[in-house]
């Protein structure tokens, strides 16, 4: 398992999440694909909705993988429902630790 992001949501609950290959994927998407349910609204980068903390690994996303973001967020901070893992990183298969604190 090269890619690993832990999510913790609102009530503390850790959310481990890997990547399954296909590259275009956002953060949420890739929890959908895993039957973990984050909290979103928009999906357009509009909203802070699905908005979290990046506690570790943010070199490793890219914060507009799917979608240019409409509104601005503080620096550390990411939309997870337009934020992804970079294709370098998918690409290497290198081990990787991702870990995101969920506002909402
Ligand atoms: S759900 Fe609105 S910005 Fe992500």
């Known amino acids: ?22 590259k275009n994927q956002s953060i949420i998407d890739m929890a959908e694909a895993q039957d973990i349910e984050l909290p979103y609204s928009c999906r357009s980068g509009a909203c802070f909705s699905c908005c979290g903390w990046v506690n570790k690994g943010m070199e490793y996303l890219d914060t507009e993988k799917t979608w240019e973001a409409l509104i601005d967020v503080e620096p550390g901070e990411v939309l997870t429902c337009i934020c992804g893992v970079k294709d370098s990183v998918l690409e290497k298969g290198d081990e990787v630790e991702i870990e995101i604190e969920m506002f909402n």
């Open 1 to 22: 398992m090269a890619v690993v992001i832990k999510v913790k949501d609102i009530d503390g609950k850790v959310h481990t999440i890997s990547p399954n290959g296909e």
